[in-house]
């Protein structure tokens, strides 16, 4: 029996349905259920008649395991690789291109991006701003803040760069990968920055940081079997703390002044020290060379003097001459010379003095005349013809 039959609805006697707020049995009746259900088996059955029977069926299924089939092909991409599960089981990878399996839900594939290079940021957050429309770096304290082997705090953010390098275990030993390889770079900073006092990282030792770092974390990711390359570990910013800032700087301005000032004094030393050397080792030549010329001029004197005593052994009487004449003309060679002879009066005949020249013997002046040949040399007075 159908519903528009029964007086009242089955939640009750009355015309106005089952809330008691129905139409009135004078407007227009809803379509009745079982003649809908009824009017959709005749539809279904005008398609598939009766003569078609058990091959139409076969057929059916047949296009259906075809489909099904079908559905197993699958294309990796370029940077992907593909991860084959049967059962939820590993049974193999493939490579990019076209591939198949065994339709699910007997197999699946799992296609992760091995040749793109993933970034995990410490330290920092990057949020987009709503009104500015442009990313804005927010500072993480509880990343950043680290502990120097000098026991000073440092405020370090930076970048981990990774990729995958073995799918297989990225996507089954390691149940959150990118925040396994967060907390590996937080924990390998940390300790690469406790082993390293505040001044070197602030200045020039961040090269060093970040190879340590590197090779830390992939230490670490190995052992874990997370099939996971680290690239690269990019240091964004080193500071102290935002309180004492101000005050590091003028630290640091101080230790500047401090260097150049040293390093003004190591000029002018490195500029003055060889210029002393040179001045030293000049004097020191010039006395050596002084030392060997007055022993090799005593040497000679020496030798001299022997040769002189030997001949004065043989002929002493000609070498005494010999030598008091060559004495004389070394010391009286260079000075003007007038010779007085106290006997070189003029006598007259019968032995009387005549006067003259007062015992002076002129002396032709034959230096100047050799000195200068072309001048006529003018006549000494009282010269005797």
Not at 178 to 194: H, Q
Not at 292 to 313: C, P, S
């Amino acid at each position: 029996m159908s519903w528009k039959n029964q007086s009242g609805g089955p939640w009750g006697n009355g015309p106005r349905g089952p809330w008691g707020s129905g139409p009135s049995s004078s407007g227009p009746t809803p379509p009745d259920l079982e003649d809908l259900i009824r009017r959709s088996q005749d539809r279904l059955r005008t398609m598939m008649p009766g003569s078609f029977g058990a091959k139409g069926i076969a057929v059916i299924i047949a296009l259906v395991v075809f489909g099904w089939l079908m559905s197993g092909w699958y294309r990796v991409q370029p940077d992907e690789q593909g991860v084959v599960l049967q059962f939820g089981r590993y049974v193999g990878t493939t490579q990019p291109g076209l591939n198949y399996h065994w339709p699910y839900p007997i197999q699946s594939v799992l296609t992760p991006k091995v040749t793109f290079v993933n970034r995990i940021d410490i330290g920092m957050q990057v949020s987009e701003d709503a009104r500015r429309g442009s990313p804005v770096m927010r500072d993480v304290p509880a990343e950043s803040l680290m502990l120097t082997g000098d026991e000073n705090i440092v405020d370090v953010d930076f970048a981990v760069f990774w990729v995958i390098s073995n799918a297989q275990d990225y996507l089954f030993n390691v149940q959150n990968p990118e925040g396994t390889i967060k907390a590996v770079a937080e924990s390998a900073m940390r300790e690469v920055i406790g082993r390293t006092n505040i001044q070197p990282i602030l200045t020039g030792a961040r090269q060093n940081i970040e190879t340590g770092v590197q090779e830390l974390m992939q230490q670490v990711l190995n052992s874990y079997k997370a099939g996971v390359q680290v690239t690269q570990v990019q240091m964004q910013k080193v500071d102290p703390p935002s309180q004492v800032i101000d005050a590091f700087r003028d630290v640091q301005a101080a230790r500047a002044d401090a260097e150049r000032s040293q390093n003004e004094a190591q000029t002018y030393a490195n500029r003055v020290l060889p210029e002393a050397r040179g001045e030293a080792s000049r004097i020191e030549n010039a006395a050596q060379g002084y030392r060997e010329r007055t022993v090799v001029e005593a040497r000679g004197q020496a030798a001299r003097f022997l040769k002189i005593y030997d001949e004065y052994q043989k002929a002493k009487v000609v070498t005494r001459e010999r030598m008091y004449l060559e004495t004389m003309e070394r010391v009286l060679g260079g000075v003007d010379k007038v010779l007085v002879d106290s006997g070189a009066a003029r006598q007259g005949p019968g032995g009387a003095s005549t006067g003259g020249s007062g015992g002076v013997v002129p002396v032709l002046p034959l230096n100047d005349l050799l000195r200068r040949p072309s001048a006529t040399p003018a006549q000494p007075q009282g010269a005797t013809r």
